[in-house]
C-alpha cells in the first residue's frame, strides 16, 4: 500500500537518475553555424585575430561641430556589405558680428564618401575610401559710407583617408583618421577680388577625420 510518505521518497531518488539522462544542450559554436558574439578576422600581419563580431550595426549617425562660423554638421552612414558602406552629409553654420565686427557669415557644406573595410566587421576596424565635398561661404557687411557690401566663395575638395574605428556595445562610435586631399575654389563673387588669398585655399591639403557617433 502507497502512502504519501513512499510517494515522496521514490521522487526524491529518481530526481538525480532523471538528471543524469538529460542530454546537454551544445554550447553556440561557429562550426555548427551558431553565433558566438566573436570571429576570426585578418588584421595587418595576415594572421587570425579574434575580434567582437560587430556586423550588426548597419547604420550610423555622426553629428558634430562646424567652425568658421560655428554650427553643426550631420552624417549618415549605411553598410551595403561586410567591406562597404557609403555615407552622406551635411553641415550649416551663420554668425552676425563674426568674431566682434561688424561682419555677418554664412557657411553650407555637403560631403559624401565610401569606406571600404578591409577586416570585414562592419563599421568597427580599419577603413579607407575617398570623400568629396562642395563648402560655401558668404559675408555681408556695410562700408565706411554704410553702404552694403558682401563675399562669397564656394570650394570643392577632394580627400583620400585611412584610418580606423571604434563601435561599442550598444552602439556608440568614436573614429580617427588621416590623409590627403585637393581643393580648388570653384565660385568667387565679390566687389574686391583680393579680399581673400587664393593660395590658402586652393591646392594640396591634410585630410584630417575625428568623429562621435552612435551605430545601430
Do not use: C
Not at 3 to 10: D, G, N, Q, S, V
Request: glycine share 12%; net charge negative; proline share 6%.
Amino acid at each position: 500500500m502507497f502512502t504519501p510518505l513512499t510517494l515522496i521518497t521514490a521522487a526524491l531518488m529518481a530526481a538525480p537518475a532523471a538528471a543524469q539522462d538529460a542530454p546537454e544542450e551544445p554550447a553556440p559554436s561557429e562550426e555548427a553555424g551558431e553565433p558566438t558574439g566573436y570571429r576570426d578576422v585578418e588584421l595587418f600581419d595576415g594572421g587570425p585575430t579574434r575580434m567582437e563580431d560587430k556586423r550588426d550595426y548597419k547604420r550610423m549617425i555622426i553629428l558634430g561641430p562646424t567652425f568658421f562660423p560655428m554650427g553643426a554638421k550631420l552624417r549618415y552612414q549605411r553598410l551595403l556589405s561586410d567591406r562597404l558602406s557609403v555615407f552622406v552629409g551635411g553641415g550649416y553654420g551663420t554668425r552676425k558680428n563674426w568674431l566682434f565686427t561688424d561682419v555677418d557669415m554664412t557657411r553650407y557644406s555637403m560631403r559624401f564618401g565610401v569606406d571600404l573595410h578591409p577586416i570585414g566587421n562592419g563599421l568597427h576596424g580599419f577603413y579607407v575610401g575617398p570623400r568629396v565635398r562642395y563648402r560655401s561661404w558668404s559675408l555681408s557687411w556695410e562700408n565706411d559710407e554704410e553702404l552694403p557690401e558682401y563675399y562669397s566663395l564656394s570650394t570643392f575638395t577632394a580627400d583620400g583617408v585611412i584610418g580606423w574605428r571604434w563601435v561599442w556595445d550598444p552602439g556608440f562610435s568614436l573614429g580617427l583618421g588621416g590623409g590627403a586631399g585637393y581643393s580648388t575654389m570653384i565660385s568667387e563673387d565679390t566687389v574686391d577680388s583680393e579680399i581673400v588669398d587664393l593660395g590658402v585655399i586652393e591646392g594640396t591639403r591634410f585630410a584630417g577625420e575625428f568623429t562621435l557617433g552612435w551605430a545601430f
